[in-house]
């Protein structure tokens, strides 16, 4: 088609310059360069970008009308195709549809009137008929407006007719033909913004109420000073190295109240260093087998489960002999 085309506006270049004009004539004679190049680049330019003439709802995107607020494919821009098994979403991958609707090849639907797959996925009605509740018929249902694809309204004969939930039809929210502008969806009848698994709309902007410091738990619940949002509560706020404890900044490294861990409290008489509890001892003591011991190590004794063998104590660190009373008054000089 496109060879075509460029073979067609070159046989009206060289007509131009008038050569190979059969049973066409040519007045005024040829035409300068100039005029031929400019003919020649228009009647390209022409052929070159003519395409499909799209609603305005659509776009063109390889030569072909797509809704890229809803195209998988082409979600929010040509060419944008959502991974795995996201879907298109007011021209958004998400995981999953809005409510009421489904999955059907990819792209969000509503089978309550949705005319290609009405009650079920792939199930289309027949010309004339419109989709009405999940089934085809000719009418539709007290909560359905009768819209149409038509720029002149229902009574336009050649339109195609359609029901629409006017309070969830993002193409007709709150009236036929009023579509919600890209990156919105149509709540109770009024377009709002959508927001993807996780997040929620607070005033046109989307919010993680788990996380937010300006929404903690609900819309327009700010965390005090000092405070930040953890799983939709407001928290102290610690500065590295500390643990949140009960609202209070705690060492877990150092605190004898949260030993390791909030709430584990040392026994008395212990204190708590790298997180664990450990028997405290007083200046010179050394703690041995949980109680604090006066070991005093030198190099001719260890420190703790060194015992004195019986008879003899520990002095200085040191293993001693017991120097009896009686000997000692033994070596003691005589009286004069």
Known sequence: MLQSRLTAGLALALCALGLGCDGVSV?????????????????????????????????????????????????????TVC?????????????????GQQVCNGTCVTLSTDRTNCGACGTTCAAGQVCAMGACG????????LCSTGDAG?????????????????????????????????ESGACVV????????????CRDLQTDNANCGACGMACPSGQ???NGACVVSCIAGLTECSATCRDLQTDRANCGACANACP??????????????AS??????GACRDSRPTARTAACDTACPSGQVCAAGRVRGVVSRASTTARAPAAT
């Open 284 to 289: 010179g003591l050394t703690v041995c087998g």
């Open 228 to 230: 930040v949002c953890a």
């Open 83 to 99: 991974p795995g098994i996201q879907v298109c979403v007011a021209g958004s991958c998400q995981v999953g549809c809005p409510t």
């Open 154 to 186: 229902v009574s336009d004969a050649g339109a195609d007719r359609y029901c629409a939930d006017l309070r969830t039809d993002r193409l007709n929210c709150g009236a036929c033909a009023n579509a919600c502008p890209s990156g919105q969806v149509c």
């Open 268 to 281: 008395d008489g212990q204190v708590c260093r790298g997180g664990s509890c450990e028997v405290s001892c």
């Open 194 to 205: 959508s927001c993807s698994a996780g997040e929620t709309n607070c005033s046109g902007t």
């Open 27 to 79: 007045v005024g004679g040829a035409p300068d360069a100039a005029t031929v190049d400019a003919t020649l680049d228009a009647t390209l330019d022409v052929q070159l970008d003519t395409g499909p003439t799209c609603p305005a709802t659509q776009v063109a995107c390889n030569g072909a009308c797509v809704d890229t607020q809803a195209d998988r494919n082409n979600c929010g821009a040509c060419g």
């Open 138 to 145: 000719l009418e539709c249902g007290a909560s359905l407006a």
